[in-house]
């Protein structure tokens, strides 16, 4: 009786580890040549965009141990968890705009509604070491611009 579980789990588990190896294999049908370009280029010099704003963006908190952050004002207004606004930014992720300073940013994108993008012109980082903790201030200058029809 013991032998006869032991062949059906034995059994169950085999069929379960071999119809886990399953793959399947879908040749892609006819393949026709591409009669799009492809190459467009879109050339663009400033002269086609209009200067709107220089602006500062600020974030001022403290972090304790390391981890343990916490928020004292963004855009010197001080903050509140109540209401939270965010900016995805496309494109180049390297520009120095995550974290709290998409928070920072969506003060922007309110007051400038028609920019077309911003360019980061300066990043400054300050910070003042204490006991176990230190107060970081980040800072940084954005240029907005708007397409001219």
Do not use: W
């Not at 591409?34 to 602006?55: G, W």
């Not at 077309?116 to 980082?125: G, I, P, Q, Y």
């Amino acid at each position: 009786m013991n032998r006869g579980y032991i062949y059906i789990i034995s059994t169950a588990i085999y069929i379960i580890i071999l119809s886990s190896c399953v793959a399947t294999y879908d040749k892609g049908g006819f393949r026709g040549n591409d009669l799009s370009p492809t190459e467009i280029q879109l050339i663009q010099t400033m002269d086609d965009y209009l200067f709107i704003d220089q602006v500062d963006l600020e974030v001022h908190y403290t972090t304790y141990l390391g981890f343990i952050r916490e928020v004292h004002s963004i855009n010197n207004h001080r903050m509140t968890d109540k209401l939270i606004g965010k900016v995805k930014t496309i494109g180049n992720t390297k520009i120095g705009v995550n974290g709290l300073m998409r928070r920072a940013l969506y003060d922007i994108v309110i007051t400038y509604p028609d920019a077309s993008f911003f360019v980061v012109v300066n990043k400054r980082k300050s910070y003042k070491k204490m006991f176990l903790s230190r107060e970081v201030k980040k800072t940084i200058t954005i240029r907005l611009y708007k397409q001219k029809k």
